[in-house]
């Protein structure tokens, strides 16, 4: 192999003629007159109709190295490993990842990450891009699923693949999407728990819903819950499922406490409790105020708890941040997220399947006992 390469760096071999020919000679005279009008004319409409095809978008299959036409460019299937499709089923799913979100959940180092993730953008696996401030510097770059890697997503769940040009769209609006920053936040709460979880035996974070899944759930009929995302978290044996509303400050506490109402009407102690993730303290202590003014002496039937991301703890959400609902004014105490009430239907835990990671405790959408308890035609407890 070694010496094969190296003739090809050197030419040919002393004594022998090298056949190939310039690539800058053209055909001879005589050639070029056995090619008929009609040959002429067939390769001008043949290059035009090329060309027009392009110009729409529309794709020049091409097999790799002489592959059929017809047949997928294979190159993106052999370099994919494991991690590279849990890093995709998670942008399927959640939509936008920075690099420290996934550095944090999948790589040793932040370095290794971008090594990685620069790889998978050059193959068209993910999509990269960042937010330029007014006063100079960028963002951190966001990570979305790429066209390529749809396609990956869509065989692997047997789905028709999305087009194109639709999908391209899709890319350009969600670098302007208003709710990026608040997803952004969602996401790294998750991805907070997951890389507690990688260095703890005895923790887990098995259970990670979008927005989007826990609409398709948790709407039936006259029930209307939209939760942030839904979630689970084992550690040293104990189980917490629980319901996330991801605060911002961007709306007035009148419309916050206002869900209430929504989680009241359901059975939300039947399937978790619910955390409020608040940036600043005096937010928090604002929130408890206007909840009680909304909930008055009457005891809520679910578990509320509360806490506010300026109270940094190294084990992060995982760590005793969280404050159970009281009537009182100061909070008392605060609590690891494992150690709130256990809440919510008993599953036995699985192995998670290839593209669903963090989904070894969820249950199956479609099963009727669970839309039973959505319902409240049936109710089980852990």
């Known amino acids: 192999m070694g010496s094969s390469a190296g003739w090809s760096a050197r030419g040919p071999a002393h004594g022998e003629a090298d056949v190939r020919r310039s690539e800058s000679a053209g055909p001879t005279a005589e050639t070029q007159s056995h090619i008929t009008a009609r040959q002429q004319w067939y390769r001008e409409e043949s290059r035009k109709s090329r060309l027009r095809s392009e110009s729409k978008g529309t794709p020049h299959i091409r097999g790799r190295r002489g592959g059929r036409v017809g047949e997928p460019d294979a ?3 052999f370099r994919l490993v494991e991690r590279d499709r849990r890093i995709l089923a998670l942008l399927h799913e959640h939509k936008v990842l920075t690099t420290n979100q996934i550095a944090a ?9 971008q090594d990685r993730l620069r790889q998978l953008r050059d193959m068209g696996a993910v999509f990269a891009f960042r937010d330029s401030y007014s006063a100079g510097g960028t963002s951190q770059t966001r990570y979305a699923l790429g066209y390529r890697g749809a396609r990956v997503i869509a ?9 194109a040009g639709a ?21 790294d709460f998750f991805c907070g728990l997951a890389a507690y979880a990688r260095t ?5 974070l098995t259970q990670w819903w979008s927005e989007k899944a826990c609409t398709e759930f948790f709407w039936h009929g006259d029930i209307k819950l939209r939760p942030d995302a839904y979630g689970c978290w084992d550690e040293q044996g104990r189980r917490v499922r629980f319901f996330l509303e991801h605060d911002t400050g961007t709306e007035p506490l009148s419309k916050v406490v206002r869900k209430l109402d929504d989680y009241s009407r359901f059975g939300t102690d039947v399937f978790g409790v619910l955390l409020f993730s608040v940036h600043s303290s005096l ?11 909304q909930l008055g002496y009457e005891k809520p039937c679910f578990v509320i708890a509360t806490s506010s991301r300026d109270h940094c703890h190294p084990d992060g959400p995982a760590g005793p941040i969280w404050a159970a609902w009281s009537f009182q004014d100061q909070v008392q105490e605060r609590r690891r997220l494992a150690e709130l009430p256990q809440r919510g239907p008993r599953i036995v835990q699985h192995v998670s399947p290839v593209g669903l990671p963090y989904s070894e405790a969820a249950w199956d959408p479609n099963d009727t006992t669970m839309t039973g308890q959505v319902t409240g035609d049936e109710r ?3």
């Open 105 to 113: 959940i999948e790589f040793s180092s932040i370095r290794r990450a």
């Open 167 to 187: 999908y391209a769209e899709r890319l350009e609006r969600l670098g302007l999407w208003p709710k990026l920053s608040h997803q952004l936040g969602v996401n």
């Open 380 to 382: 089980r407890w852990e």
């Open 75 to 77: 190159a993106l299937w």
């Open 155 to 163: 065989a692997q769940r047997a789905e028709k693949p999305p087009v």
């Open 283 to 293: 937010r928090e202590r604002n929130l408890r105020s206007a909840m009680r003014q």
């Open 200 to 204: 703890r035996p005895d923790a887990a």
